[in-house]
């Protein structure tokens, strides 16, 4: 019985190969558009990028515990007015410690609602009634080299980790009761991120005696976990933001660290930093004083473009 091959196949074999070949690109379109349409997941940090300690304050910083002290949900023990103590579930940043953190193979997506929550060891304390706060700044990033930093208030310290009590008793991830501190990338104008900063705030705040938040205690913020709503998988079709166009800087300033008397504006002005190759470096509000770790950048601060060259 003789065997007919369908139009377009010179051999058996060729036509064999070229159906596999569309099956496998078929299932693999498939694949792609189940992928899609399956909704976001919700999980917890399990890498952490970078992580400079502060000082003051090691607890919880031991090979013993850290970084599996931080990975996962926070401690169910803690409460509003009994907070977390345990290396085995926190780990202080110290004075001025900054940590990079995200979750492996994952995009944070922007979704309906605060996206992600940073908890800390806060606490009503008994003594004052209001909150012992350590507070931190948080930054997000695409690539790891963009930073965006979430507005804060100097006063209240609203919109920085570390002023909001833990429900331990609560679902983690449930905004209106889990407690910890909300961030929603859609004030940032982002759809999505990979990296998460956190930088210590306590070493500003301990040296103002006249902060409402102000405590002679003070040592540091305490991590306890990094939980997010909308996580999707990382695929190929993943775009990484492109350059901004570098402004022209107006004046060249040669100092280490730049304070805000200098640009003759106050706490709390919104800049950005860039490097000379257009690539924001990092963006956020001023305390008093800005010090880049590179040698060279440029500085926008409202309509001020400052070429900074780091003094020796």
Not at 29 to 34: E, F, G, Y
Request: charged fraction near 20%; proline fraction near 9%.
């Amino acid at each position: 019985m003789s065997r007919f091959l369908p139009a377009g196949c010179d051999r058996l074999r060729s036509c064999e190969i070229r159906r596999c070949g569309f099956f496998v690109v078929a299932v693999g379109c498939i694949a792609a558009l189940w992928l899609q349409a399956q909704p976001y997941r919700s999980g917890w940090i399990d890498t952490v990028y970078a992580f400079h300690p502060g000082t003051g304050q090691n607890f919880g910083q031991d090979s013993a515990y850290f970084p599996r002290n931080i990975f996962g949900p926070p401690d169910s023990s803690a409460r509003p007015d009994r907070p977390s103590a345990s290396p085995e579930q926190i780990c202080s940043l110290g004075l001025g410690g900054e940590i990079i953190v995200g979750f492996k193979g994952m995009l944070l997506r922007d979704g309906p609602g605060p996206d992600f929550v940073i908890f800390e060891n806060a606490f009503f304390s008994p003594i004052t009634g209001k909150v012992f706060a350590e507070p931190a700044l948080v930054a997000v990033s695409r690539d790891g080299e963009q930073w965006l930093e979430f507005p804060w208030d100097t006063l209240t310290l609203e919109g920085c980790a570390g002023r909001t009590p833990t429900n331990g008793a609560a679902d983690p991830l449930d905004p209106t009761s889990a407690g910890g501190d909300w961030f929603d990338l859609a004030l940032l104008g982002v759809d999505s991120v990979r990296y998460i900063r956190i930088r210590d705030l306590t070493w500003w705040l301990k040296e103002r005696p006249w902060h409402p938040f102000w405590d002679p205690t003070l040592s540091g913020f305490d991590l306890d976990a990094v939980g997010a709503r909308f996580l999707q998988p990382i695929s190929s079709s993943t775009v990484v933001p492109e350059r901004e166009d570098v402004p022209k800087a107006s004046r060249v300033l040669v100092a280490s660290c730049v304070r805000v008397e200098q640009l003759g504006v106050g706490i709390g002005t919104p800049y950005r930093l860039y490097s000379l190759d257009g690539r924001l470096l990092e963006s956020g509000t001023l305390l008093q004083e800005l010090c880049p770790a590179a040698p060279l950048t440029l500085l926008v601060v409202g309509e001020q473009q400052l070429l900074l060259l780091r003094a020796p």
